[in-house]
């Protein structure tokens, strides 16, 4: 089974869909610190993202 790469847009989207019930946007995500979030699960998916979010 082969699965087609996630578009940066894709990438947001899911990312936004996971942030928003903690009332956050993806850049604001995006740019906190990594401590400063608020559960495990959120500091995990900053880490697996961080990089291919952050503004260029």
Avoid: I, N
């Avoid at 578009?7 to 947001?12: I, V």
């Avoid at 019930?21 to 998916?45: H, K």
């Amino acid at each position: 089974m082969t699965t087609a790469p996630l578009t940066s847009d894709d990438l947001r989207r899911q990312v936004a869909d996971v942030v928003a019930p903690y009332g956050m946007t993806v850049d604001e995500f995006v740019a906190c610190d990594v401590d400063d979030l608020p559960s495990d699960e959120l500091r995990d998916l900053w880490l697996m993202v961080k990089a291919a979010l952050a503004p260029s």
